[in-house]
Nanobody, 117 residues
């Protein structure tokens, strides 16, 4: 079983920065992919950024150059550094762990990020 707990959300003005953290516990493998999704009101959940077990990253176009995903395998933690935040980044951000073996997805409960204009 895997548990994911997000932290670091909050209210920030446009142009500001936040750093989200996601601590994973349970049975974690370094090859598990981890990522961040977000869901804005009235919209579908979308992938924001993902990092593979070997550190390969990918981002949705709207955050490229502004957000950086990283992971610390020793701490079983994934981070999302968000800079130059925009009001359209306002959403609940969810941590995700994807395990290829069994094609299993695990989710955190989410943390709210609100960017004021």
């Amino acid at each position: 079983q895997v548990q994911l707990v997000e932290s670091g959300g909050g209210l920030v003005q446009a142009g500001g920065s936040l750093r989200l953290s996601c601590a994973a516990s349970g049975t974690i493998f370094s090859i598990d992919a981890m990522g961040w999704y977000r869901q804005a009101p009235g919209k579908q959940r979308e992938l924001v950024a993902r990092i593979s077990g070997i550190g390969t990253t990918n981002y949705v176009d709207s955050v490229k150059g502004r957000f950086t995903i990283s992971r610390d395998n020793d701490k079983n933690t994934v981070y999302l550094q968000m800079n130059s935040l925009k009001p359209e980044d306002t959403a609940v951000y969810y941590c995700n762990l994807y395990r290829l073996l069994g094609e299993r997805n695990y989710w955190g409960k989410g943390t709210l990020v609100t960017v004021s204009s």
